[in-house]
T-cell receptor
Framework: NAGVMQNPRHLVRRRGQEARLRCSPMKGHSHVYWYRQLPEEGLKFMVYLQKENIIDESGMPKERFSAEFPKEGPSILRIQQVVRGDSAAYFC?????????????FGSGTQLSVL | EDQVTQSPEALRLQEGESSSLNCSYTVSGLRGLFWYRQDPGKGPEFLFTLYSAGEEKEKERLKATLTKKESFLHITAPKPEDSATYLCAVQLQTGANNLFFGTGTRLTVIP
């Protein structure tokens, strides 16, 4: 049973470009969470999705960021017109049950670098 | 304001030298406290969940405890493979959709 798969592992973008981060949850998991980890800071919640629905996006910046989890395919975190401050590690986690599920399974993350 | 503070930021131990990591929290209402381990270049790996003061959980050389204000992760006779960053996170009663993480304790165990 493969774990949570994130790709790419590393992504380099120039300011103003778009970044698309992908996350395939563990088999049988229909709940996906995105977290961001800035240098010297803790993991920060961004968004929680179930299949085809955004449940909680309270941690997501209002502009330039969007997330989806379509019926078929991986969850996508999209960042438009990236800026240097978007440089961070982005982690996806999945769980078989919704909150307050106690156990999240995390992927290895995507390291986004904005030049 | 909800806050999770972990100490120390970094800890170096000799192999076999037991110690404890601290996670203190100030939150409006705690539903659960979580411990994760994170290796370099990897995502966090779940270790424990604690729900009520006085609760304890053990796994191999690790034991987690919880009081009304803090949690401790005790490491008994650590080995080099225990080297990692240990993260504490809280789940709030009013915001159970997400975990609120501390900045972690980076543990290095020297052979």
């Amino acid at each position: 049973n493969a774990g949570v798969m994130q790709n790419p592992r590393h992504l380099v973008r120039r300011r103003g470009q778009e970044a698309r981060l992908r996350c395939s949850p563990m088999k049988g998991h229909s709940h996906v969470y995105w977290y961001r980890q800035l240098p010297e800071e803790g993991l920060k919640f961004m968004v929680y999705l179930q299949k085809e629905n955004i449940i909680d996006e309270s941690g997501m910046p209002k502009e330039r960021f969007s997330a989806e989890f379509p019926k078929e395919g991986p969850s996508i975190l999209r960042i438009q017109q990236v800026v240097r401050g978007d440089s961070a590690a982005y982690f996806c986690a999945s769980s078989p049950l919704g909150p307050p599920e106690e156990k999240l399974f995390f992927g290895s993350g995507t390291q986004l670098s904005v030049l | 304001e909800d806050q999770v503070t972990q100490s120390p930021e970094a800890l170096r131990l000799q192999e076999g030298e037991s110690s404890s990591l601290n996670c203190s929290y100030t939150v409006s209402g705690l539903r659960g406290l979580f411990w994760y381990r994170q290796d370099p270049g990897k995502g966090p790996e779940f270790l424990f969940t604690l729900y009520s003061a006085g609760e304890e959980k053990e796994k191999e050389r690790l034991k987690a405890t919880l009081t009304k204000k803090e949690s401790f992760l005790h490491i008994t006779a650590p080995k080099p493979e225990d080297s990692a960053t240990y993260l504490c996170a809280v789940q709030l009663q009013t915001g159970a959709n997400n975990l609120f993480f501390g900045t972690g304790t980076r543990l290095t165990v020297i052979p």
